[in-house]
Protein backbone atom coordinates (compact mmCIF):
# COMPACT_ATOMS: atom_id res chain seq x y z
CA UNK A 1 0.00 0.00 0.00
CA UNK A 2 1.58 3.50 -0.88
CA UNK A 3 1.89 6.22 1.56
CA UNK A 4 -0.30 8.59 2.60
CA UNK A 5 1.15 12.37 2.15
CA UNK A 6 -0.06 15.12 4.01
CA UNK A 7 -1.65 18.25 2.66
CA UNK A 8 1.59 20.19 3.48
CA UNK A 9 3.85 17.40 1.86
CA UNK A 10 1.35 17.06 -1.18
CA UNK A 11 1.91 20.85 -1.58
CA UNK A 12 5.53 20.91 -1.76
CA UNK A 13 5.37 17.35 -3.87
CA UNK A 14 3.91 19.70 -6.12
CA UNK A 15 5.79 22.29 -6.33
CA UNK A 16 9.17 19.65 -7.03
CA UNK A 17 7.35 17.64 -9.77
CA UNK A 18 6.53 20.91 -11.59
CA UNK A 19 10.48 21.15 -11.79
CA UNK A 20 11.49 17.86 -13.22
CA UNK A 21 11.91 19.74 -16.43
CA UNK A 22 13.61 22.42 -15.12
CA UNK A 23 16.39 19.86 -13.81
CA UNK A 24 16.15 18.56 -17.19
CA UNK A 25 16.49 21.53 -19.45
CA UNK A 26 19.24 23.16 -16.43
CA UNK A 27 20.84 19.61 -17.29
CA UNK A 28 20.95 19.59 -21.34
CA UNK A 29 21.71 23.38 -21.17
CA UNK A 30 25.52 22.25 -19.56
CA UNK A 31 26.05 19.86 -21.15
CA UNK A 32 25.09 21.51 -24.59
CA UNK A 33 27.40 24.80 -23.22
CA UNK A 34 30.07 22.33 -22.79
CA UNK A 35 30.04 20.79 -26.70
CA UNK A 36 29.04 23.87 -28.06
CA UNK A 37 32.05 26.13 -25.85
CA UNK A 38 29.41 28.63 -25.25
CA UNK A 39 29.07 31.15 -21.90
CA UNK A 40 26.21 30.33 -20.02
CA UNK A 41 26.08 34.08 -18.98
CA UNK A 42 25.04 35.08 -22.60
CA UNK A 43 23.08 31.97 -23.43
CA UNK A 44 21.30 31.60 -20.17
CA UNK A 45 18.18 32.52 -22.18
CA UNK A 46 17.76 29.61 -24.18
CA UNK A 47 17.02 27.36 -20.63
CA UNK A 48 14.45 30.03 -19.77
CA UNK A 49 12.28 29.87 -23.20
CA UNK A 50 12.00 26.22 -22.32
CA UNK A 51 10.36 26.50 -19.22
CA UNK A 52 7.80 28.49 -16.72
CA UNK A 53 8.48 31.90 -15.97
CA UNK A 54 7.94 30.70 -12.59
CA UNK A 55 11.28 28.45 -12.54
CA UNK A 56 13.27 30.41 -14.58
CA UNK A 57 15.40 31.98 -11.00
CA UNK A 58 14.87 28.80 -9.79
CA UNK A 59 17.29 27.30 -12.81
CA UNK A 60 19.38 30.28 -13.39
CA UNK A 61 20.58 29.37 -9.31
CA UNK A 62 21.04 26.03 -10.22
CA UNK A 63 22.97 26.39 -13.44
CA UNK A 64 24.80 29.13 -11.99
CA UNK A 65 25.82 27.71 -9.05
CA UNK A 66 26.56 24.82 -10.02
CA UNK A 67 29.33 26.25 -12.39
CA UNK A 68 30.66 28.46 -9.81
CA UNK A 69 31.35 25.87 -7.32
CA UNK A 70 32.27 22.76 -9.71
CA UNK A 71 35.74 22.11 -7.89
CA UNK A 72 33.65 21.65 -4.61
CA UNK A 73 30.99 19.45 -6.12
CA UNK A 74 33.31 17.35 -8.11
CA UNK A 75 35.84 17.21 -4.74
CA UNK A 76 32.50 16.09 -2.87
CA UNK A 77 31.68 13.35 -6.01
CA UNK A 78 34.91 11.65 -5.23
CA UNK A 79 34.14 11.67 -1.71
CA UNK A 80 31.01 10.08 -2.61
CA UNK A 81 31.78 7.33 -5.46
CA UNK A 82 34.32 4.19 -5.70
CA UNK A 83 34.82 4.20 -9.68
CA UNK A 84 35.26 6.42 -12.66
CA UNK A 85 32.30 8.73 -13.80
CA UNK A 86 31.44 9.26 -16.99
CA UNK A 87 30.71 12.92 -18.09
CA UNK A 88 27.09 13.63 -18.33
CA UNK A 89 26.51 11.80 -14.77
CA UNK A 90 28.53 13.88 -13.13
CA UNK A 91 27.10 16.95 -14.52
CA UNK A 92 23.78 15.37 -13.57
CA UNK A 93 25.20 14.81 -9.85
CA UNK A 94 26.85 18.62 -9.77
CA UNK A 95 23.18 20.02 -10.16
CA UNK A 96 22.17 17.30 -7.36
CA UNK A 97 25.05 18.06 -4.92
CA UNK A 98 24.86 21.51 -5.05
CA UNK A 99 20.95 21.35 -4.24
CA UNK A 100 22.08 19.21 -1.18
CA UNK A 101 24.54 21.59 -0.39
CA UNK A 102 23.64 25.01 -0.94
CA UNK A 103 19.56 24.86 -1.31
CA UNK A 104 16.84 23.75 0.54
CA UNK A 105 14.89 21.44 -1.26
CA UNK A 106 13.60 18.59 0.43
CA UNK A 107 15.59 14.91 0.46
CA UNK A 108 12.96 12.86 -0.74
CA UNK A 109 12.31 16.07 -3.44
CA UNK A 110 15.57 16.03 -4.27
CA UNK A 111 16.71 12.38 -4.99
CA UNK A 112 13.06 11.40 -6.61
CA UNK A 113 13.17 14.32 -8.81
CA UNK A 114 17.16 13.48 -10.25
CA UNK A 115 16.26 9.80 -10.13
CA UNK A 116 13.29 10.63 -12.53
CA UNK A 117 15.42 13.29 -14.72
CA UNK A 118 18.33 10.48 -15.11
CA UNK A 119 16.19 7.99 -16.07
CA UNK A 120 15.27 10.13 -18.84
CA UNK A 121 18.49 11.25 -19.74
CA UNK A 122 20.58 8.63 -18.94
CA UNK A 123 19.15 5.57 -18.63
CA UNK A 124 17.96 2.89 -16.04
CA UNK A 125 21.15 1.41 -15.26
CA UNK A 126 23.06 4.90 -14.79
CA UNK A 127 19.46 6.15 -12.51
CA UNK A 128 20.47 3.56 -10.12
CA UNK A 129 23.79 4.71 -9.59
CA UNK A 130 22.22 8.62 -9.33
CA UNK A 131 20.20 7.49 -6.71
CA UNK A 132 22.74 6.15 -4.79
CA UNK A 133 25.14 8.79 -4.70
CA UNK A 134 22.49 11.47 -3.55
CA UNK A 135 20.83 9.23 -1.02
CA UNK A 136 23.98 8.96 0.23
CA UNK A 137 25.21 12.62 -0.39
CA UNK A 138 21.86 13.71 1.62
CA UNK A 139 22.79 11.63 4.83
CA UNK A 140 26.59 13.33 4.69
CA UNK A 141 25.50 16.14 3.98
CA UNK A 142 26.74 18.07 7.07
CA UNK A 143 30.29 15.96 6.82
CA UNK A 144 30.37 17.28 3.16
CA UNK A 145 29.32 20.74 4.03
CA UNK A 146 32.64 21.12 6.63
CA UNK A 147 35.31 23.03 5.36
CA UNK A 148 38.28 23.00 7.84
CA UNK A 149 40.31 20.35 5.96
CA UNK A 150 39.92 21.90 2.49
CA UNK A 151 42.22 23.86 0.73
CA UNK A 152 41.39 27.55 -0.35
CA UNK A 153 41.33 26.61 -4.24
CA UNK A 154 38.56 23.80 -3.34
CA UNK A 155 36.86 25.36 -0.83
CA UNK A 156 36.26 28.89 -2.83
CA UNK A 157 35.85 26.56 -6.23
CA UNK A 158 38.82 28.33 -8.18
CA UNK A 159 41.52 27.20 -10.02
CA UNK A 160 44.65 27.54 -8.29
CA UNK A 161 46.43 30.18 -10.41
CA UNK A 162 43.51 32.45 -9.83
CA UNK A 163 44.44 32.09 -6.46
CA UNK A 164 47.41 32.55 -6.22
CA UNK A 165 46.80 35.50 -8.44
CA UNK A 166 44.47 37.29 -5.59
CA UNK A 167 46.68 35.80 -3.03
CA UNK A 168 49.57 38.91 -4.52
CA UNK A 169 46.80 41.28 -3.63
CA UNK A 170 45.29 39.91 -0.64
CA UNK A 171 45.91 38.01 2.58
CA UNK A 172 43.95 36.08 5.54
CA UNK A 173 40.72 36.83 5.66
CA UNK A 174 40.54 39.61 3.07
CA UNK A 175 41.78 36.81 0.39
CA UNK A 176 38.96 34.48 1.40
CA UNK A 177 36.30 37.48 1.88
CA UNK A 178 37.27 38.05 -2.01
CA UNK A 179 37.47 34.83 -3.40
CA UNK A 180 33.44 34.00 -1.33
CA UNK A 181 32.65 37.14 -3.29
CA UNK A 182 32.81 35.64 -6.70
CA UNK A 183 30.29 33.20 -5.65
CA UNK A 184 27.84 35.56 -5.00
CA UNK A 185 24.99 35.81 -7.43
CA UNK A 186 25.39 39.64 -8.59
CA UNK A 187 23.08 42.58 -8.52
CA UNK A 188 22.29 43.86 -11.81
CA UNK A 189 23.10 47.26 -12.45
CA UNK A 190 22.89 49.94 -14.40
CA UNK A 191 23.05 53.50 -15.87
CA UNK A 192 20.18 55.79 -16.42
CA UNK A 193 20.28 59.22 -18.46
CA UNK A 194 16.63 59.23 -16.98
CA UNK A 195 15.33 58.55 -13.47
CA UNK A 196 14.26 55.52 -12.60
CA UNK A 197 10.86 54.71 -10.88
CA UNK A 198 11.00 53.08 -7.69
CA UNK A 199 9.97 50.36 -8.84
CA UNK A 200 12.83 49.34 -11.34
CA UNK A 201 15.89 50.60 -9.33
CA UNK A 202 17.33 52.16 -6.45
CA UNK A 203 19.64 54.99 -6.83
CA UNK A 204 23.43 54.50 -6.34
CA UNK A 205 24.30 57.80 -4.40
CA UNK A 206 27.80 57.12 -4.70
CA UNK A 207 27.36 57.81 -9.10
CA UNK A 208 25.82 60.57 -10.51
CA UNK A 209 23.91 58.06 -13.05
CA UNK A 210 23.86 54.56 -11.66
CA UNK A 211 21.16 51.85 -10.38
CA UNK A 212 20.31 48.36 -8.86
CA UNK A 213 17.93 47.51 -10.69
CA UNK A 214 15.17 45.96 -8.77
CA UNK A 215 13.05 44.32 -11.87
CA UNK A 216 14.64 42.57 -14.72
CA UNK A 217 16.48 44.98 -17.65
CA UNK A 218 13.83 43.78 -20.12
CA UNK A 219 11.06 45.06 -17.73
CA UNK A 220 12.94 48.94 -17.29
CA UNK A 221 11.25 51.16 -20.13
CA UNK A 222 14.28 53.03 -20.39
CA UNK A 223 16.27 49.50 -21.10
CA UNK A 224 13.81 49.77 -23.84
CA UNK A 225 14.38 52.92 -24.94
CA UNK A 226 17.86 53.18 -24.65
CA UNK A 227 18.26 55.81 -22.20
CA UNK A 228 19.81 53.28 -20.00
CA UNK A 229 21.67 50.28 -20.22
CA UNK A 230 23.17 47.65 -17.75
CA UNK A 231 26.58 48.52 -16.41
CA UNK A 232 28.54 47.60 -13.36
CA UNK A 233 29.32 50.23 -11.39
CA UNK A 234 32.95 50.19 -11.49
CA UNK A 235 32.68 51.27 -15.64
CA UNK A 236 30.54 53.94 -14.41
CA UNK A 237 33.24 55.47 -12.58
CA UNK A 238 36.45 54.82 -14.63
CA UNK A 239 33.78 56.50 -17.27
CA UNK A 240 33.26 59.57 -14.82
CA UNK A 241 37.26 59.65 -14.09
CA UNK A 242 37.81 59.48 -17.92
CA UNK A 243 35.20 62.40 -18.39
CA UNK A 244 36.48 65.23 -15.56
CA UNK A 245 39.72 65.15 -17.52
CA UNK A 246 37.87 66.73 -20.43
CA UNK A 247 35.17 68.99 -18.25
CA UNK A 248 34.17 71.36 -21.92
CA UNK A 249 33.89 68.08 -23.55
CA UNK A 250 35.40 69.79 -26.63
CA UNK A 251 38.95 67.51 -26.68
CA UNK A 252 39.17 64.10 -29.47
CA UNK A 253 38.50 61.09 -27.84
CA UNK A 254 39.39 57.68 -29.35
CA UNK A 255 38.28 54.29 -28.06
CA UNK A 256 40.61 51.85 -28.90
CA UNK A 257 38.92 48.15 -28.08
CA UNK A 258 35.05 50.15 -28.34
CA UNK A 259 32.86 46.68 -27.82
CA UNK A 260 29.35 46.43 -27.04
CA UNK A 261 29.89 46.35 -23.19
CA UNK A 262 28.81 50.16 -22.36
CA UNK A 263 31.87 52.85 -21.74
CA UNK A 264 31.66 54.20 -25.65
CA UNK A 265 28.00 54.53 -24.85
CA UNK A 266 28.92 56.34 -21.92
CA UNK A 267 31.11 58.42 -23.29
CA UNK A 268 28.76 59.08 -26.65
CA UNK A 269 26.12 60.28 -23.73
CA UNK A 270 28.54 63.37 -23.34
CA UNK A 271 30.67 63.79 -26.74
CA UNK A 272 29.27 64.68 -29.96
CA UNK A 273 30.12 62.60 -32.90
CA UNK A 274 32.74 64.82 -33.91
CA UNK A 275 34.94 64.60 -30.90
CA UNK A 276 34.26 60.52 -30.43
CA UNK A 277 35.51 57.81 -32.40
CA UNK A 278 35.57 53.84 -31.94
CA UNK A 279 37.10 51.13 -33.18
CA UNK A 280 36.23 47.67 -33.15
CA UNK A 281 38.09 44.47 -34.39
CA UNK A 282 34.53 42.24 -34.97
CA UNK A 283 32.09 43.61 -37.70
CA UNK A 284 28.66 41.94 -35.78
CA UNK A 285 30.32 43.98 -32.25
CA UNK A 286 30.62 47.30 -34.41
CA UNK A 287 26.95 46.95 -35.30
CA UNK A 288 25.89 46.62 -31.68
CA UNK A 289 27.61 49.71 -30.72
CA UNK A 290 25.86 51.91 -33.76
CA UNK A 291 22.59 50.49 -32.66
CA UNK A 292 23.04 51.62 -29.43
CA UNK A 293 25.26 55.02 -30.04
CA UNK A 294 23.55 56.30 -33.57
CA UNK A 295 25.69 58.56 -35.40
CA UNK A 296 29.26 57.88 -34.25
CA UNK A 297 31.86 56.31 -36.13
CA UNK A 298 32.99 52.68 -35.58
CA UNK A 299 35.75 51.59 -37.36
CA UNK A 300 36.03 47.73 -37.79
CA UNK A 301 39.72 47.03 -37.99
CA UNK A 302 42.91 45.93 -35.82
CA UNK A 303 43.33 48.19 -33.45
CA UNK A 304 47.35 47.61 -33.58
CA UNK A 305 47.41 48.96 -36.82
CA UNK A 306 44.47 51.99 -37.14
CA UNK A 307 45.40 53.99 -39.97
CA UNK A 308 44.77 57.10 -37.64
CA UNK A 309 47.64 59.39 -38.19
CA UNK A 310 49.92 59.20 -34.76
CA UNK A 311 49.34 62.45 -32.12
CA UNK A 312 45.47 62.63 -33.53
CA UNK A 313 44.19 62.11 -29.96
CA UNK A 314 43.85 63.60 -26.65
CA UNK A 315 42.01 60.91 -24.79
CA UNK A 316 42.33 57.61 -25.74
CA UNK A 317 40.40 54.87 -23.47
CA UNK A 318 41.72 51.60 -23.66
CA UNK A 319 39.85 49.08 -21.92
CA UNK A 320 42.51 46.23 -23.12
CA UNK A 321 40.83 42.37 -23.54
CA UNK A 322 41.94 40.74 -20.53
CA UNK A 323 41.78 37.26 -18.38
CA UNK A 324 37.99 39.14 -17.10
CA UNK A 325 39.21 37.54 -13.44
CA UNK A 326 37.78 40.73 -12.29
CA UNK A 327 33.70 39.73 -13.75
CA UNK A 328 33.96 36.21 -12.23
CA UNK A 329 30.85 36.63 -9.83
CA UNK A 330 29.19 37.29 -13.26
CA UNK A 331 30.29 34.82 -15.71
CA UNK A 332 30.63 31.53 -13.74
CA UNK A 333 32.26 29.77 -16.29
CA UNK A 334 35.16 32.23 -17.23
CA UNK A 335 37.43 30.99 -14.10
CA UNK A 336 37.16 27.47 -15.59
CA UNK A 337 37.88 28.70 -19.45
CA UNK A 338 40.65 30.79 -18.88
CA UNK A 339 44.37 29.51 -17.83
CA UNK A 340 47.79 31.16 -17.36
CA UNK A 341 48.44 30.19 -20.82
CA UNK A 342 45.66 32.89 -21.61
CA UNK A 343 47.20 35.32 -19.48
CA UNK A 344 50.62 35.04 -21.61
CA UNK A 345 49.12 35.70 -24.61
CA UNK A 346 46.67 38.41 -23.28
CA UNK A 347 49.25 40.39 -21.72
CA UNK A 348 51.35 40.59 -24.74
CA UNK A 349 48.30 41.72 -26.83
CA UNK A 350 47.73 44.59 -24.00
CA UNK A 351 51.57 45.58 -24.44
CA UNK A 352 50.74 46.31 -28.05
CA UNK A 353 47.76 47.86 -28.12
CA UNK A 354 48.74 50.73 -25.16
CA UNK A 355 51.85 50.92 -27.81
CA UNK A 356 49.62 51.71 -30.31
CA UNK A 357 47.96 54.30 -28.22
CA UNK A 358 51.16 55.67 -27.32
CA UNK A 359 51.62 56.39 -30.86
CA UNK A 360 48.20 58.23 -31.50
CA UNK A 361 47.74 60.42 -28.17
CA UNK A 362 48.93 63.89 -28.52
CA UNK A 363 51.43 65.60 -25.88
CA UNK A 364 49.38 66.59 -22.89
CA UNK A 365 47.00 63.76 -24.13
CA UNK A 366 45.83 60.80 -21.57
CA UNK A 367 45.72 57.06 -22.34
CA UNK A 368 42.74 55.55 -20.14
CA UNK A 369 44.25 52.18 -19.17
CA UNK A 370 41.17 49.79 -17.90
CA UNK A 371 41.09 46.02 -17.18
CA UNK A 372 38.51 44.23 -15.70
CA UNK A 373 41.28 42.35 -13.65
CA UNK A 374 43.24 42.52 -10.60
CA UNK A 375 45.96 40.64 -11.78
CA UNK A 376 48.98 42.15 -11.26
CA UNK A 377 50.70 40.96 -14.94
CA UNK A 378 47.47 42.49 -16.33
CA UNK A 379 47.77 45.73 -14.15
CA UNK A 380 50.48 47.38 -12.78
CA UNK A 381 53.44 45.50 -13.63
CA UNK A 382 51.49 46.37 -17.55
CA UNK A 383 51.90 49.64 -16.68
CA UNK A 384 55.33 49.66 -15.33
CA UNK A 385 56.76 48.00 -18.64
CA UNK A 386 55.21 50.68 -20.48
CA UNK A 387 56.72 53.03 -18.48
CA UNK A 388 59.89 51.47 -18.97
CA UNK A 389 59.92 51.77 -22.49
CA UNK A 390 57.87 54.96 -22.76
CA UNK A 391 59.83 57.56 -21.00
CA UNK A 392 57.70 60.72 -22.16
CA UNK A 393 54.53 59.17 -19.87
CA UNK A 394 53.95 59.43 -16.73
CA UNK A 395 50.95 57.91 -14.37
CA UNK A 396 48.77 60.87 -13.49
CA UNK A 397 47.29 60.36 -10.14
CA UNK A 398 43.37 59.80 -9.50
CA UNK A 399 42.31 61.96 -6.54
CA UNK A 400 41.17 60.28 -4.26
CA UNK A 401 39.36 63.75 -3.09
CA UNK A 402 37.35 63.30 -6.17
CA UNK A 403 36.05 60.23 -5.92
CA UNK A 404 32.59 59.09 -3.40
CA UNK A 405 34.00 57.95 0.27
CA UNK A 406 32.91 54.21 -1.10
CA UNK A 407 35.57 54.00 -3.84
CA UNK A 408 38.53 55.94 -2.08
CA UNK A 409 40.33 53.00 -1.02
CA UNK A 410 40.46 51.78 -4.45
CA UNK A 411 43.30 54.54 -5.35
CA UNK A 412 46.81 53.18 -3.76
CA UNK A 413 49.54 55.34 -3.42
CA UNK A 414 51.04 55.12 -6.90
CA UNK A 415 47.68 57.26 -7.88
CA UNK A 416 46.24 53.67 -9.82
CA UNK A 417 42.71 52.49 -9.18
CA UNK A 418 41.88 48.91 -8.76
CA UNK A 419 38.06 48.07 -7.43
CA UNK A 420 37.70 44.54 -5.58
CA UNK A 421 34.62 42.82 -5.66
CA UNK A 422 34.18 42.42 -1.82
CA UNK A 423 35.08 45.82 -0.67
CA UNK A 424 33.56 48.09 -3.38
CA UNK A 425 30.79 45.84 -4.95
CA UNK A 426 31.84 46.34 -8.38
CA UNK A 427 33.90 44.19 -10.78
CA UNK A 428 37.46 44.44 -10.20
CA UNK A 429 38.50 47.20 -12.44
CA UNK A 430 41.99 48.47 -12.54
CA UNK A 431 42.62 51.96 -13.87
CA UNK A 432 45.79 54.12 -14.36
CA UNK A 433 46.00 57.33 -15.90
CA UNK A 434 48.71 57.86 -18.85
CA UNK A 435 50.04 61.13 -19.35
CA UNK A 436 52.38 61.55 -22.28
CA UNK A 437 55.00 64.65 -21.50
CA UNK A 438 57.26 66.73 -23.90
Same mark, same amino acid.
Given at each position: MGRNFSAGEISDRRIQLSEVKTRRAAWEFLRDTAKNDSYINLTIDDVHERIKPGERAFATELIFGST????????????????? %???????LLRLGIYE?????? /???? +????? %??TSKMVLGKARSSFVNAVLRRA?????????? %?? +?????????????????????????LLDELSSHNQSAQVQAVSFDPLTQEEGIREMSLPFGYTLTKPPSAVSS #??????????? @???? %??? #?????? *???????????????????????? !??????? @?????????? !? #?????????ISVK???????????????? +?? /? *??TGLGALRRRPDARWRRSEAD???????????? @????? !?????????????? *?HPLETRAQVADFLKFHPDFRVLPIEKANLSERFRSSVAADGMMQLMTAEHGTDGMFLALLQRGK
Open positions: RMRSRLDHAVESLIERP %VDDETREVLFMTT /ADYA +LVNEY %VDCREREGLKEE %VD +LSLEIRTSHPKWIVDAFSLLLKGDA #IKSGRSFVQDF @GSQL %VCE #IALATD *PEHELNWLDLCAGPGGKFAYLAHF !LNESRLR @GIELHPHRAE !L #IRKRSNGFEDARESGFAENSFDRIL +LD /A *PCLKSLVKLQRELL @GSAAK !LVRVGGIIFYVTCS *P
